[in-house]
Each structure stands twice: as structure tokens, then as C-alpha cells.
């Protein structure tokens, strides 16, 4: 189970913290934990990932510089810390869980409900 929270309103230039919360992995209890984002009428695409062990990270160039991803394995809990802001950051934003350090969506198997991310002054 993935549960995604931290969206609202912000203006451009603001900053977010989103958070995911995951449990009930079994059989890969620190998974990889990636960040999609899907805007009205685009498809989804990947903004951060990270690996069980937090060592490796990788950003989507329109994020980079921006956007750091995180994680707390006693926590089970990873966040995005969001700031710079600007109004093409506007979507719902995804947690997944997968076992592969990738910004593919087809790659992740369990995914939370989202979360509505909106910058606009």
C-alpha cells in the first residue's frame, strides 16, 4: 500500500513537501520507490526516483535542481521536497513501488491514489 500526501496550492516560486508512505512489501521490504506526475491531457511521466537503499537517485531534467527526492526506510516514508515551482509542475502526483531503479511507469508494480499538485498565483 502506497499513500501519497502533501499536495495543495502554491504559488509559482512556492515550494512543496510530498510524502509517500509505504507498507506491506513482503517479499522487497525497502522497495524502489519512483514519483510519477500526470497533468491534465499528458501522459504520465517520471520525475524521481530512488533505490532500497538510497544511495542512487535520478531526476527528470525538468526537475533537476529543483526537486529531492528522500527516504526513511524506519519511517517508510519517502519524500519529494518540491521548490522553485513553476506553473508546467501543475499534475497529480504518484507514488510507486517496484524492485528497479527506473523512470518507467510500466515498471512499477503497486501504485498510491495521488496527489493534486496546483501552482498558480
Known amino acids: 500500500q502506497l499513500v501519497e500526501s502533501g499536495g495543495g496550492l502554491v504559488q509559482p516560486g512556492g515550494s512543496l513537501r510530498l510524502s509517500c508512505a509505504f507498507s506491506?512489501?513482503?517479499?522487497?521490504?525497502?522497495?524502489?520507490i519512483g514519483w510519477f506526475r500526470q497533468a491534465p491531457g499528458k501522459e504520465r511521466e517520471g520525475v524521481s526516483c530512488?533505490?532500497?537503499?538510497?544511495?542512487?537517485?535520478v531526476y527528470a531534467d525538468s526537475v533537476k535542481g529543483r526537486f529531492t527526492i528522500s527516504r526513511d526506510d524506519a519511517k517508510n516514508t519517502v519524500v519529494l521536497q518540491m521548490n522553485s515551482l513553476n506553473r508546467e509542475d501543475t499534475a497529480i502526483y504518484y507514488c510507486?513501488?517496484?524492485?528497479?531503479?527506473?523512470?518507467?511507469?510500466?515498471?512499477?508494480?503497486?501504485w498510491g491514489q495521488g496527489t493534486s499538485v496546483t501552482v498558480s498565483s
Open positions: 510507486a513501488a517496484g524492485i528497479m531503479s527506473t523512470m518507467m511507469a510500466g515498471d512499477y508494480d503497486f
Open positions: 530512488i533505490s532500497s537503499s538510497g544511495s542512487s537517485v
Open positions: 506491506g512489501f513482503t517479499l522487497h521490504a525497502d522497495p524502489v
